[in-house]
């Protein structure tokens, strides 16, 4: 059923996730459902109730390993919100968080987390500090052997490049990032990323 759920968001079908969690109570009341739900509610912008979402989350998992993934959560909203600057506070409580975490645990998370930092400094106009932030995810990625994080951070250094005028680079990115993609079996994702290149 939770597989069914995210197709439906994968497919921008937003209400029928909601109304796929709300039919089996049980599963909407898990975590793995209300992260789902969450992200369902922010991608149909209802902004405010994923918000509500994710600090229920946050905060039924504080002081826990977990805490972190919520929190996340909580910046992608802000992101999603054109707030860069909370989503930047958000995603820099979240990485002293990851940094508590067992080694072996942290090159993947910080990818992430380096990701959304990146992104939104870039928002911001901090063009250096968003360079050194994806250039740092980068390499944890590489790490985590992790396509679509790849191809997610690839994707940014190609946004970023297009933004300095600088096309080649920003077509090797994005290209580097078309691949990624597709090794991580996301054909829109990867179209999307040749659309970007295509436009420059």
């Known amino acids: 059923m939770l597989g069914d759920v995210w197709q439906a968001i994968d497919e921008g079908r937003y209400a029928d996730a909601r109304a ?8 909407l009341a898990s975590d793995p459902g209300q992260m789902a739900l969450g992200y369902a509610l922010a991608h149909d912008g209802r902004l405010d109730e994923a918000r509500e979402v994710y600090g229920g989350l946050r905060a ?3 002081g ?7 929190l996340h959560q909580l910046g992608m909203v802000e992101r999603l919100a054109r707030n860069p600057a909370a989503a930047l506070r958000l995603f820099e409580e979240e990485r002293a968080l990851i940094e508590r975490l067992p080694e072996d645990e942290r090159a ?4 992430v987390n380096g990701y959304e930092v990146g992104v939104n400094r870039l928002a911001l106009g901090e063009v250096e500090e968003a360079r050194a ?3 740092a995810a980068l390499a944890d990625a590489q790490a985590a052997d992790d396509p679509m994080t790849l191809g997610c951070v690839h994707r940014a250094l190609g946004d970023l490049a297009a933004r300095a005028g600088d096309r ?33």
């Open 108 to 111: 993947f998370k910080r990818a």
């Open 133 to 135: 932030a994806l250039t």
């Open 60 to 62: 039924a998992h504080a």
């Open 20 to 27: 796929r969690l709300e039919a089996d109570p049980a599963l």
């Open 64 to 70: 826990q390993p977990w805490e972190h993934v919520p």
């Open 168 to 200: 080649d680079t920003a077509l090797t990115e994005y290209r580097q990032a078309q691949a990624a993609f597709q090794e991580a079996d996301d054909e829109r994702a990867a179209a999307e990323t040749q659309a970007l290149g295509d436009a420059l």
